[in-house]
């Protein structure tokens, strides 16, 4: 049996199992903490510093995302040096780099009071278009480490990619900055589902994005069961005008945990190549009674 | 584990360089390594990029395979630990390239004028030259480092593009101490001198007493890391000795680079057996049997002495499996760092030494349970460690007599600058700002400010002379001791230009992991050129509260400190 610990979280006391996180307290509590290179299926990074909170007794601020819970800490998720450092940190962010794709990002923009204009304003994007399946898109790139991590040891095992360089100049590469088709990436797609801020996008959805034809407002996802091969993982399909425009598994899937395979995320086409008036097996099987 | 390679061929000469460091795959069908063998040796990267730096001038796709293929690392991985590297090259470049030092106390002495004088005579910069932050030689008001083809590289200082063949003049110890009175009058060569001037009595008394007395001594001494977090050295060492957890690792973080420090370069160049000896007795107290020495990669002077002493030292039995016929194995690895400033945080360090990018980690947990390969881990600066012979020695209470609080014992300063005779000082704790830079021959002219504790540290005003440099003087006055860097400011010097500076550096030297120092630096040094100075409060906030280690959380106080005392002009 686990131990717990008991800590205070902006004045509840919760208790958790050890080893748990600031955050996972915060959130056991109802506590809202904005997270950007945080995700349930990676091992946290701790760079994006959105996550900070103010633990009593601390010289600094600690990420709550990797900062384990230990007993009797106090902490404060919503005080003004939380809020100012926040505040900061979304507006160095986007003053960098381009974040209308981060589904969070404006409302936490309004909610700190965050200004980013008043440092300039990010570069235009310069997306990478080196093969067919998905873009790469780092004028939208806050760094995160996401997309390295799902390549490597927490999901694909390919480490095609890594970050490069140092400083301001530090940036995700392959091997010389080769193209991907050249350099070791298999093409999963892992990368793209964990990407918070797009700037890593299946091609399918930056062509209609770029032609202006992107309605999220129109799209279905009907859940079904990847049929290549045995594994059973399971795929959301997003649909827009009857086409397949993307495709993904739930973070929370026993199978995938988020993960696909080439098949699974890209194998899709053939779905809308189906001639006029074809029967699927289950069709066929209902024809006969 | 199934790693794609680059297909790329390295030449022969590659393949040459790397044999010393990491052998070839073997050819046998019937012998296969890899695998986990393979990548255990991950922490190999470091040194092979290094061997075909200096085998070959640069690190080409071919080479990179290589070391890829006989580390299995794949290729994105190892390209992106080489990329971190300012002394690592993944362009072919010239045979010789220069670097010379634009930093803080070489700018006073007017290195603009002569990086303007050097790109008329050596062509445009980027080619054959490029600047660099500080080179460690302040004392001698210009520097540059070079590095060719076949050598490890030379430091030249005083620096003049007619002297690049000449060896850099001495550091002086303008006021020796208990650690720097061998400097300069024992061949640093020589163990037998060593021996004859009181070398390795304190191994021999530590061994006598035991691994638990010696870390009481150092406790008792009230000995604090002179690195610039000043914690206590025997508690560390206590934490690591009682772990159950082996191997126990010890690491000498010599990788000096704050800028106007140069007090371990002198140190090791000057006293290197010591450090030897000092590491011992670390190893022997807290039950490690390898210590590692990472020392600076523009250091080659301090490379070669330190390497000469630990290979001496091994041949007389004084490391190895049986150390002094004592029965305890210590031995001493050494590695180079390659040109990244952020790699003197002992967690960056620690990073590095593995074969990763040298990118700090979160603390907790901290390295006295979750250091090198994931191991109890003392880290320890160079000067930290030197007082341990004192203190073993002499005893711990003794030692404690000198200074007050937190600071006990004896302080090294690199003072330079606006000084007559620049060079390391020696003093009992408790002396002041004036009394060090007294020592030193005193101001060259009227002072404007003096810079304690380098890029990291702050700005004092001349009026504060009288405050003394122990970790609670500096305190009081809104600064920190730091790395013992003195630079003395005079009303000649254009402080606005270095505050600039200071700020580019840190830009340059911010691995670039976390958003409030990799954006923060950069925003911070576009502020001040734009003379905006009203952006500096919410930057400093938000760099010193969020961000990951020390570096971030003091890029903003040399600033700062400037701004508070009135020395830079702008909109505030």
């Known amino acids: 049996m686990s131990r717990t610990v008991t800590l205070t979280v902006d004045g509840h006391e919760v208790a958790l199992p050890e080893g748990s996180t600031l955050l996972e307290a915060a ?98 994007p310069e997306p990478r278009v080196d093969n067919d399946l998905y873009v790469r898109d780092y004028g939208r790139c806050i760094l995160c480490y996401k997309c390295v991590e799902a390549c490597g040891v927490d999901a694909q095992w390919t480490f095609a990619i890594a970050v490069a360089g ?64 045995g594994v059973g993982c399971n795929l959301e399909l997003w649909v827009q005008d009857g086409r397949v425009v993307k495709v993904t598994s739930p973070l929370d899937h026993d199978v995938t945990r988020g993960n696909l395979c080439i098949k699974g995320r890209f194998g899709y086409t053939y779905l809308h190549d189906l001639p006029e008036g074809y029967l699927t097996p289950i069709d066929h099987l209902l024809s006969r009674f | 584990m199934d790693i794609r390679f680059m297909e790329v061929k390295a030449t022969e000469a590659e393949r040459a360089a790397l044999d010393p460091v ?36 640069w690190v080409s796709r071919g080479g990179l395979d290589e070391i890829c293929r006989r580390l299995e690392i794949p290729p994105a991985e190892a390209y992106a630990v080489a990329s971190f590297y300012d002394l690592i090259s993944l362009e072919e470049r010239p045979e010789r390239t220069v670097r010379i030092c634009d930093d803080v106390v070489c700018r006073m002495a007017g290195a603009e004028d002569r990086l303007a004088d050097l790109a008329a005579r050596l062509g445009p910069e980027g080619e054959a030259w490029e600047r660099s932050s500080c080179l460690g030689r302040c004392d001698r008001r210009s520097a540059a480092f070079v590095q060719e083809v076949g050598s490890a590289g030379r430091s030249v200082a005083p620096f003049d593009p007619a002297w690049l063949d000449r060896p850099p003049e001495p550091t002086p110890v303008v006021a020796a101490g208990p650690l720097t009175e061998r400097i300069g009058h024992a061949d640093p060569t020589d163990l037998d001198a060593y021996r004859a001037a009181g070398g390795y009595r304190a191994l021999r008394a530590a061994v006598a007493m035991g691994p638990d007395a010696v870390i009481r001594e150092v406790k008792d001494s009230g000995l604090v ?17 009682g772990s159950p957890r082996r191997p126990h690792y ?89 040109g990244a400033y952020i790699c003197g945080e002992e967690t960056a360090l620690i990073a590095s030494i593995e074969g990763h990018r040298g990118e700090p980690r979160a603390k907790p947990p901290f390295p006295t349970t979750h250091g090198l390969f994931g191991k109890p881990t003392v880290v320890n600066n160079v000067e930290t460690l030197m007082n341990v012979l004192r203190i073993v020695d002499e005893g711990g209470l003794s030692y404690a007599e000198h200074g007050e609080g937190r600071s006990r014992g004896t302080k090294l300063f690199a003072v330079s600058g606006a000084v007559a005779e620049p060079g390391v000082v020696e003093v009992p704790f408790g002396a002041t700002i004036g009394d060090v830079i007294s020592a030193a021959g005193g101001p060259s002219e009227p002072l404007a400010a003096v810079l304690v504790g380098g890029a990291a540290g702050s700005f004092v ?3 504060d002379l009288d405050v003394p440099l122990t970790f609670e003087g500096m305190a009081s006055v809104g600064g920190a001791l730091g790395s013992g860097a003195v630079v003395a400011v005079g009303r000649s010097s254009d402080v606005e230009d270095l505050v600039r500076r200071i700020a580019r550096f840190f830009r340059e030297e911010s691995c670039g992991q976390c958003v409030p120092c990799r954006e923060g630096t950069r925003r911070q040094e576009e502020a001040l050129a734009a003379g905006r100075f009203d952006l500096l409060d919410d930057l400093a906030a938000v760099m010193g509260d969020a961000s990951i280690c020390g570096l971030g959380q003091t890029a903003s106080s040399a600033v700062r400190s400037g701004i508070a005392l009135g020395l830079l002009g702008g909109e505030s």
């Open chain 1, 27 to 124: 959130r056991a509590v109802g506590v809202e903490v904005p997270t950007l290179c945080y995700l349930e299926t990676l091992t946290p990074v701790n760079v994006c510093r959105i996550c900070v909170v103010e633990v009593e007794g601390s010289r600094t601020l600690v990420p709550a995302c990797s900062r384990v819970a230990e007993p009797g800490m106090v902490v404060r998720t919503g005080s003004a040096r939380v809020r100012r450092a926040r505040r900061m940190v979304l507006e160095l962010l986007g003053s960098a780099v381009h974040l209308d794709l981060a589904p969070e990002v404006a409302s936490w923009m309004e909610e700190y009071g965050a200004e980013p204009g008043r440092w300039g304003t990010p570069p235009a």
């Open chain 1, 166 to 229: 140092r400083g301001d100049e530090a940036h995700i590469s392959t091997e010389y900055d080769v193209d991907l088709p050249e350099s070791a990436c298999v093409f999963c797609g892992n990368c793209i589902a964990v990407c918070p801020t797009g700037a890593l996008m299946a091609k399918s959805e930056w062509d209609l994005r770029q032609a202006g034809r992107w309605t999220p407002e129109t799209q279905h996802t009907t859940t079904t069961v990847c049929s290549y091969c």
């Open chain 2, 22 to 57: 990491v052998e070839a795959p073997s050819t046998s069908p019937r012998l296969v390594v890899g695998g986990r063998t393979a990548r255990s040796r991950r922490h190999l990267l470091l040194p092979a990029l290094w061997a075909l730096q200096t085998g070959v001038g």
């Open chain 2, 225 to 241: 890391g002179r690195g610039g977090a000043a914690f206590p050295t025997g508690v560390k060492w206590e934490a690591v000795a």
């Open chain 2, 250 to 338: 010890l690491i000498c973080n010599a990788d000096e680079s704050e800028p106007g420090t140069f007090k371990d370069r002198v140190l090791i160049e000057g006293d290197p057996y010591a450090l030897v000896e000092a590491m011992t007795i670390a190893g022997y107290a807290t039950g490690c049997e390898r210590g590692y020495v990472y020392v600076r990669g523009e250091y080659p002077e301090a490379l070669a002495a330190l390497g000469h002493a630990v290979d001496t030292c091994r041949r007389r039995g004084l490391l190895g499996d049986d150390v002094m016929g004592a029965g305890f194995a210590f031995d001493i690895e050494i590695r180079r760092g390659a």
């Open chain 2, 461 to 463: 005003g001349p009026d």
